[in-house]
């Protein structure tokens, strides 16, 4: 069972890096976006995640859209996407992909 919920988290991750800060043309996996993935014993789905400003323009779509894309994941049960401000986003959380592809490295 601890298996299947490793396979369900990378099938997650796999998700959220097809979603993207409409501003950024990186994936929110990369700029770093997403604090925490988990998946519980009855493969229900937690996400903690960030946004780079209380006042990013996707506030109000990119969380129902990580939530609407996990859902669609054979095996999930329910999903969870919470929104936090702490610690706050800032541009050291990237991955070096995310600084790569935005010309920083």
Same mark, same amino acid.
């Given at each position: 069972? #601890? $298996?299947?919920?490793?396979?369900?988290? @990378?099938?997650?991750?796999?998700?959220?890096?097809?979603?993207?800060? !409409?501003?950024?043309?990186? $994936?929110?996996?990369?700029?770093?976006?997403?604090?925490?993935?988990?998946?519980? #014993?009855?493969? $229900?789905?937690?996400?903690?995640?960030?946004?780079?400003?209380? *006042?990013?323009? *996707?506030?109000?779509?990119?969380?129902? #859209?990580? @939530?609407?894309?996990?859902?669609?994941?054979?095996?999930?049960? &329910?999903?969870?996407?919470?929104?936090?401000?702490?610690? !706050?986003? $800032?541009? &050291?959380?990237?991955? &070096?992909?995310?600084?790569?592809?935005?010309?920083?490295?």
């Amino acid at each position: 069972m #601890e $298996n299947q919920g490793a396979d369900l988290k @990378e099938q997650i991750i796999g998700v959220l890096k097809t979603c993207y800060d !409409p501003e950024i043309p990186v $994936n929110i996996y990369e700029l770093g976006l997403i604090y925490d993935v988990n998946v519980d #014993e009855a493969n $229900n789905a937690y996400v903690k995640m960030t946004l780079t400003s209380p *006042a990013c323009p *996707a506030a109000g779509t990119l969380p129902g #859209e990580v @939530e609407d894309k996990i859902r669609t994941l054979p095996g999930t049960k &329910d999903v969870r996407v919470d929104v936090v401000w702490e610690p !706050p986003w $800032n541009p &050291d959380m990237m991955s &070096d992909v995310a600084r790569y592809e935005l010309g920083m490295m």
